[in-house]
Each structure stands twice: as C-alpha cells, then as structure tokens.
C-alpha cells in the first residue's frame, strides 16, 4: 500500500500552466503505475495521465493529449502532472492514486487515492 497527497492546485488564467505534484510514501513510485484522474460536481472521476512502474511509460486522455505531460522524480518519490494551455474545462479536483490491475484509464483498477487538489482555470 502507497500513501499518495496531491498538491500544486490553485487558480489561473485560461492559457496559463500548473505542475501537480502526487507525492508518495510506503512504496517507491519507481516501482508503482501512478494515475492522476479529475472530478467536477455530479460527474463521475475522469481519467488524465498514468505513467507505468516499468519503463515510465505514459498514456493520456485524448482530452489533455498535447497540453499534460505526466512524469516521475525517483529521487524525490513523486509524480507529478504538468499542465500547460489550461482551458475552463480543465476546471477540477485532481486526484492521483496507484494502479492495481485492468485499465489504465477506469478507475475500478486504481486504489490508495489521495484527497485531491482543486484546479480552477478562469476565462
């Protein structure tokens, strides 16, 4: 079991950039599938970014693809979510969690979720 927080949240202008951070302990992130996920109100949470234990490989919701880009610090044990060309729509809590097993872009396979970390991006 990971014990995953999330941090780097705040508020910013359409077009401007933020770096989330999913800091990690109990297991190295070297050695764990870590996703970040976003929820609004009264939807259910929707996939963004996972990168894979084995190989940093990464995948990306078609949404985000081009504008996100998911990485891993070993040394510091930390995933983080950099977000760049920020749109209203991006406008969420963001989550990261481990990867278990399935999909990578469900949440059925993920658990050890952090509390999250709450992007608004203004028009």
């Known amino acids: 079991q990971v014990q995953l927080v999330e941090s780097g949240g705040g508020l910013v202008q359409a077009g401007g950039s933020l770096r989330l951070s999913c800091a990690a302990s109990?297991?190295?992130?070297?050695?764990?599938?870590i996703g970040w996920f976003r929820q609004v109100p009264g939807k259910e949470r929707e996939f963004v970014a996972t990168i894979t234990w084995n190989g940093g490989r990464t995948y990306y919701a078609e949404s985000v693809k081009g504008r996100f880009t998911i990485s891993r610090d070993d040394a510091k044990n930390t995933v983080f979510l950099q977000m760049n060309s920020l749109k209203p729509e991006d406008t969420a809590v963001y989550y990261c969690a481990q990867h278990y097993y399935g999909s990578y872009s469900t949440t059925r396979g993920y658990a050890d979720w952090g509390q999250g970390t709450q992007v608004t991006v203004s028009s």
């Open positions: 109990g297991r190295t992130v070297s050695r764990a599938t």
